[in-house]
């Protein structure tokens, strides 16, 4: 894949670190973070430590920290005799993903519905117009990925499994690399709000059935969009 310079360097200078307000390792570590998902830095391309220090200003030390995190996170692999690079699911690894995450998402629907108060129903509609809000404005991806987050906050929430939540937790990385692929297409973020708005009505109706369709549905249309999406990459590449 052809990787605009311009673009990767502008993309990293971005990350503005300072002194007071967190943690140095914090935020060189979600300056990073945020330009993976946001595809200033494309899957499959080479973090060079040496280009990192230079271009964001920080230490050697800070910046194998940051690319040891995010190894640990699943959002960089190192690869022998190439080094650090931006994930880079595979069509096959997506799917696999997508069918993990279907499964997990889909119990905790049924949990959710089991165990959940009234309250956290109204919190579930809130998130609904917290990600409708976002993608009506000129909010980017990860503004757009922290609402998704959120409904999911209160989904597993709700749920009450610590189980589900430990299980999710360990692949979340790459699930909201894989949610960015999807959201990121034209026209996919209207259609997310519709389906979620969707699914939160079947949950408020305590419609068990009916609530795990609609998040089979929704998540059969996020997998096929996404490595329709991942295809493209690959072609161009």
């Known amino acids: 894949m052809a990787i605009d310079q311009g673009q990767r360097m502008s993309a990293l200078s971005g990350i503005h670190v300072g002194r007071v307000a967190a943690p140095l390792r914090e935020q060189v570590l979600e300056g990073l973070r945020a330009a993976i998902l946001n595809f200033d830095l494309k899957p499959g391309e080479r973090l060079v430590e040496r280009e990192l220090i230079e271009q964001i200003g920080v230490s050697r ?14 959002l960089v692999v190192v690869i022998p005799q190439k080094g650090a690079v931006v994930y880079a699911p595979s069509q096959e690894e997506a799917t696999d993903l997508y069918a993990v995450r279907a499964s997990l998402e889909a119990l905790a629907v049924r949990r959710f519905i089991e165990r959940a108060p009234e309250d956290k129903i109204e919190a579930l509609r809130e998130t609904v117009t917290g990600i409708e809000a976002v993608s009506q404005g000129d909010g980017g991806m990860i503004e757009l990925l922290h609402a998704k987050d959120r409904f999911y906050d209160v989904l597993l929430d709700g749920a009450a499994s610590p189980t589900i939540q430990q299980i999710l937790g360990g692949v979340q990385a790459r699930v909201r690399l894989l949610r960015a692929t999807s959201l990121s297409q034209p026209g996919r973020p209207r259609e997310v709000v519709e389906e979620i708005r969707g699914l939160v009505e079947a949950i408020a109706a305590r419609d068990i059935d009916l609530a795990v369709r609609r998040c089979d549905a929704h998540l059969n249309k996020a997998a096929a969009t996404g490595i329709k999406a991942l295809e493209a990459e690959a072609q161009a590449g």
């Open 61 to 74: 030390t800070t910046i194998r920290e940051v690319l040891r995190e995010l190894t640990a996170e699943g």
